[in-house]
């Protein structure tokens, strides 16, 4: 069975005090408990040092939610790999959707990023997912293995076991309108039959793909109970111990089923 993530994308969120705060009461509601689940959480850059800390060793992980892929140099407002594991990162978020579509990200770049990251060993959660009328147009299985083949181009099978893959319907971020369990599943199965196709279908077997989208204490277990989503991508429900929490708690019930 393939062990479940429960990510927390903390976007442009929260200020140093309620970073760690966040950070130190996720790792006080986990403790005492076995850790049956990969919990990640995913602070501004500036925050990370802090919220790595404050984690302690609760065995919540932390990552990055972007990164460039030149190592240094004259790359003004970027942030290498390298300084992301110097900080304690083990993860980064790459590809997207408010990186695509707001700030303009191709799938060049973000295959470049991938790449970047294996190639150090920092673990890489490739994000993919269609717009509405992306959706309604009938395109979605085309829109994902256009984002798949163009971030996963030249991604050996070897370095496939550092990529998590998560599925964000663009339409379903930040608006409160989830995917049903059975829409996030049928895309799902089709990234998993895309990988495949393209690799094996042991790697397929062996590969997470993360729901997210408006997931909440209220949907989680629903949506993390298909058979084909692998954990969660959190924003908004991430911010707090109290709705965080739960989705933990209920990645921690379904990895014992
Ligand atoms: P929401 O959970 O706020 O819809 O955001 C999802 C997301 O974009 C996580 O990366």
Redesign the pocket.
Known sequence: MRRLMI?G?W?MNTDLAAGTALAAGLGEAISGKELTVDVLVCPPFPYLQAVKQAVGNSGIVVGGQNCYFEESGAFTGEVSVGMLQDVGCDWV?LG???RRHVLKECNGVINKKTKAAIAKGLGAVL?VGELLEEREAGNTEAVLDEQMEGGLEGVSAEQMEQVVI?Y?PVW?????KTASPEQAEQAHAHLRKWLASRYTQELADSIRILY?????PSNALELLGQANVDGA??????LSVENFGPIIEAGLELSKS
């Open positions: 990510a994308n976007k978020l997207h959707s408010e994000c998560a964000e379903a971020i930040g608006t409160g997210g989208g408006s997931v909440k991508l959190v924003g908004g429900a991430s």
